[in-house]
């Protein structure tokens, strides 16, 4: 066994195990153990335990984000500060007082990533596991927590008439070829445009202005054209249940992010000012910002609350029609 499989080995028992769970539930209420929705239920079963697990993971995401918009304008001073200095003294300076402001902030620029690099190692663990399930039913053995039984029953089973273990490139045996292309098409466009989407709301909806001129911002702009192409040529590659499971997860995020665009907004962003808009329409205060200092969040909420009342009393003002001045005799 190598080193990448005997570090993959605790995650692929522990997919299996999941799976293998909602599975066995799913079929102690009537449904058919070998039918392919019992095992695509289970799939999203996955989905779900291993995001509800990570909410407190994105709670500490979004913190850190709030705490990357705030030190824009102190990074931005530190980087006018530098500029035109190539020499290494300068850059190894500029290096420590850009750790020291992520340290005070208790943010860094990879914060954003940690969800996702928590999710890969869960990705590959159940890529293999339902790789592996015709080769394991040809050599009469298990993955994982699934028995062999449960392997046979995975490969035989099927949704729309594509088995689950089939894959765009690869196909699968027993299964209807043209049913395969056409579901792996559509869920890997699915996947894609979900990812798409997702991005595309929080840079349109949900960053500030510092935020959308910093240079970090181009690397974001080039990742929401990138990532979704890499994924979609890998999906050609992917078995329909890992499209299923990432499908799940996308979908997951998108309503996700759709809820903390609407309701825990960036600072400074347009759902930001749209929140306060609402919130001022109805009477109600300002929400503390996540992430803020306390000091700095009472005064840009008591700021973004003013802002958004005087917004609403001027929409609210009926204009009054000038009188025309009679002509003197």
């Excluded at 790789?131 to 089973?157: C, L, N, P, W």
């Amino acid at each position: 066994m190598d080193l990448f499989a005997q570090i993959m080995f605790p995650f692929k028992w522990l997919v299996s195990v999941i799976m293998v769970g909602f599975h066995d539930g799913l079929s102690a209420i009537g449904l058919p153990a070998a039918n392919g929705w019992t095992w695509t239920l289970s799939i999203i079963g996955l989905v779900l335990v291993i995001r509800a697990a990570l909410i407190p993971v994105f709670v500490k995401q979004i913190k850190a984000q709030r705490g990357m918009q705030l030190l824009q304008p102190d990074l931005k001073k530190m980087q006018d500060k530098y500029k035109g200095k190539t020499d290494q003294l300068s850059r190894q300076a500029m290096a420590q007082e850009q750790m020291a402001l992520y340290k005070k902030h208790g943010t860094n620029p990879f914060s954003a990533c940690l969800p996702m690099l928590i999710q890969m190692p869960f990705f590959f663990a159940l890529f293999q596991v339902l790789s592996g399930i015709s080769t394991a039913k040809a050599s009469g053995e298990g993955i994982g927590a699934m028995s062999h039984e449960q392997v046979r029953q995975f490969d035989e089973s099927s949704i729309f008439g594509a088995p689950l273990s089939a894959s765009l490139l690869h196909g699968g045996a027993g299964g209807n070829e043209v049913a395969v292309w056409v579901l792996s098409i559509l869920m890997i466009l699915a996947m894609t445009a979900s990812q798409f989407i997702t991005q595309k709301q929080i840079m349109a909806k949900n960053m500030s202005e510092e935020a959308m001129a910093s240079p970090f911002m181009k690397q974001q702009k080039m990742m929401l054209y990138i990532l979704p192409v890499v994924f979609g040529v890998g999906g050609i590659n992917f078995p329909i249940g890992v499209l299923i499971y990432w499908t799940t997860t996308n979908l997951w995020t998108m309503a996700q992010q759709f809820f903390v665009i609407r309701r825990m907004p960036t600072p400074g962003s347009p759902a930001a000012k749209a929140l306060a808009e609402r919130r001022a329409a109805k009477g109600l205060p300002a929400l503390p910002l996540m992430g803020a200092k306390k000091a700095d969040a009472e005064a840009a909420a008591s700021a973004s609350a003013a802002a958004a009342a005087a917004a609403v009393e001027a929409r609210s003002q009926r204009v009054q029609p000038q009188r025309k001045n009679r002509k003197r005799k």
